[in-house]
């Protein structure tokens, strides 16, 4: 069964940084995308950024220049850099992987983490 843990949230002060990562398990020849969302209390859940396995990569404007995807596919692993954080950055961050290919299970498709939290304050 593929699963995906998320983890590396945590109390920040504005303009500090944090490393979250998500590791994919389970018997899988490739993953094709790799995303993070954030959801912020009473706001819907939003796409932080995105890396495909070709390495191509999208960035929501607000986190622009601020926060760096990347992937380690040997790995099954994508991580989100976030530096200069801002309390408005402040929300449960969520893993997304889409169009996992498996060894067992065929093609899986928009597997979530648990969701790890992430506070900006001082």
């Known amino acids: 069964q593929v699963q995906l843990v998320d983890s590396g949230g945590g109390l920040v002060q504005p303009g500090g940084s944090l490393r979250l990562s998500c590791a994919a398990s389970?018997?899988?020849?490739?993953?094709?995308?790799m995303a993070w969302y954030r959801q912020a209390p009473e706001k819907e859940r939003e796409l932080v950024a995105a890396?495909?396995?070709?390495?191509?990569?999208i960035y929501a404007d607000s986190v622009k220049g601020r926060f760096a995807i990347s992937r380690d596919n040997a790995k099954n692993t994508v991580y989100l850099q976030m530096n200069s954080l801002k309390p408005e950055d402040t929300a449960v961050y969520y893993c997304n992987a889409n169009r996992i290919l498996t060894m067992n299970d065929g093609t899986l498709y928009d597997l979530w983490g648990q969701g790890t939290q992430v506070t900006v304050s001082s």
């Open positions: 890396a495909s396995s070709d390495g191509t990569t």
């Open positions: 389970g018997r899988i020849f490739n993953i094709n995308e």
